[in-house]
């Protein structure tokens, strides 16, 4: 899969990544609008070109307390994403070319207050998206809010998603319908972060062709 071609169809209007892209940029704003004054951290795991988080933040009122983190593996992706970043000006907004699955690169900005972690649960076996709701309690601060997305082809996980998240201290706040043709679902973390424990693979990217569910949505 070319992951950088992969964001082309962000671009068709109508689309099911387009309206998927509306959705997150949506629940990201109100993330935002609903967190307490102060510094806030973000982070966006398997972020790509950061088109779910930069466009948002850079007409944001918070955008100044933000410090926010992307990891993303493909380096045409960061590149893009470090170039948004310098002409939108958020210093505060650094970009990662990594392995998004390991814990290390997330150390210095855990617990965040908001951690997004899209387009990774349909590439990825049930037993390693179980796995990474769980560390996302070590990902986020009480408080924090999640964002994830997952496509509703058969198997649809979002009911167990949902459920992985619930049995860990996460609130369900949203998720889409299951006919949109997508899944996005926003979790409130109400529990007490574990420490970070760098080291730890959260998951193993397969690609949803590997795994027989399409598109990933």
């Not at 972690?117 to 796995?131: L, Q, S, V």
Request: with cysteine; hydrophobic share 40%.
């Amino acid at each position: 899969m070319d992951w950088q071609a992969w964001h082309d169809a962000y671009d068709r209007p109508g689309s099911t990544l387009a309206r998927r892209l509306q959705v997150v940029q949506e629940r990201i704003r109100e993330a935002l609008d609903g967190c307490p004054p102060g510094p806030l951290k973000v982070i966006s795991l398997c972020a790509g070109e950061g088109r779910d988080l930069l466009p948002v933040l850079a007409g944001h009122p918070r955008r100044d307390d933000v410090r926010a983190r992307l990891v993303e593996l493909d380096p045409r992706n960061t590149a893009t994403a470090a170039n948004v970043i310098s002409a939108g000006g958020l210093h505060q907004v650094e970009v990662v070319t990594g392995d998004a699955s390991r814990t290390d690169h997330y150390e210095g900005m855990t617990p965040a207050d908001l951690v997004l972690a899209c387009g990774i649960f349909g590439n990825i076996t049930g037993e390693d998206i179980e796995r990474t709701v769980a560390h996302c309690a070590m990902l986020a601060a009480t408080g924090a809010t999640v964002i994830w997305t997952r496509h509703r082809s058969a198997p649809d996980l979002v009911p167990r998603i949902c459920a992985w998240f619930e049995e860990r201290g996460f609130d369900r706040q949203w998720v889409s319908e299951p006919g949109a043709g997508y899944g996005v679902g926003v979790h409130r973390f109400t529990g007490r972060p574990y420490p970070l424990v760098p080291g730890r693979r959260m998951f193993t990217f397969v690609g949803y062709d590997e795994l027989g569910s399409g598109p990933r949505a």
